[in-house]
């Protein structure tokens, strides 16, 4: 083997490293769930005057449990719905991971749904493709 073919060989292995790292990492940073203030939202819908009484705690923990919850199951979902999903989560300036989990599982049986139900994950007003 002369120096040039091990050149090659390096380098070859080089950048086969170092697009595999790049890669794991993308995949990495995908997977994680995003970090949402979900107190600020407790509080608001505990100091709303709706006609009941909120536990700020109880809200509390159930947007913990979802969290949990998508701790486990972030990357089994598509990344364009946990994109969409994400932003629905987060609209209006309140955040909530018990929305964002239940947008995920609907959007996940929607698709699961045969074809000939009628149902679909888009906009009705967007013509389907011929």
Same mark, same amino acid.
């Given at each position: 083997?002369?120096?040039?073919? %091990?050149?090659?060989? %390096?380098?070859?292995?080089?950048?086969? !490293?170092?697009?595999?790292?790049?890669?794991?990492? !993308?995949?990495?940073?995908?997977?994680? @769930?995003?970090?949402?203030?979900?107190?600020? !939202? #407790?509080?608001?819908?505990?100091?709303?005057?709706?006609?009941? +009484?909120?536990? @700020?705690?109880?809200?509390?923990? /159930?947007?913990?449990? !979802? =969290?949990?919850?998508?701790?486990?199951?972030?990357?089994?979902? *598509?990344?364009?719905?946990?994109?969409? #999903?994400?932003?629905?989560?987060?609209?209006?300036?309140?955040?909530?991971? @018990?929305?964002?989990?239940? #947008?995920?599982?609907?959007? =996940?049986?929607?698709? +699961?749904? *045969?074809?000939?139900?009628?149902?679909?994950?888009?906009?009705? %007003?967007? =013509? /389907?493709? *011929?």
């Amino acid at each position: 083997m002369t120096v040039t073919d %091990n050149f090659w060989q %390096n380098l070859l292995l080089g950048v086969a !490293a170092g697009a595999a790292l790049l890669i794991f990492s !993308a995949m990495a940073f995908a997977a994680e @769930v995003p970090r949402l203030d979900v107190a600020g !939202a #407790c509080r608001a819908a505990a100091g709303a005057d709706i006609g009941i +009484k909120y536990d @700020v705690d109880r809200c509390l923990k /159930s947007e913990n449990e !979802a =969290r949990d919850q998508l701790k486990t199951q972030w990357a089994n979902f *598509p990344a364009p719905d946990r994109s969409l #999903c994400t932003q629905t989560a987060t609209m209006g300036g309140t955040a909530s991971y @018990v929305e964002l989990i239940t #947008c995920l599982e609907l959007k =996940r049986e929607v698709a +699961k749904a *045969p074809a000939d139900l009628g149902l679909q994950s888009r906009p009705s %007003n967007l =013509r /389907s493709k *011929p």
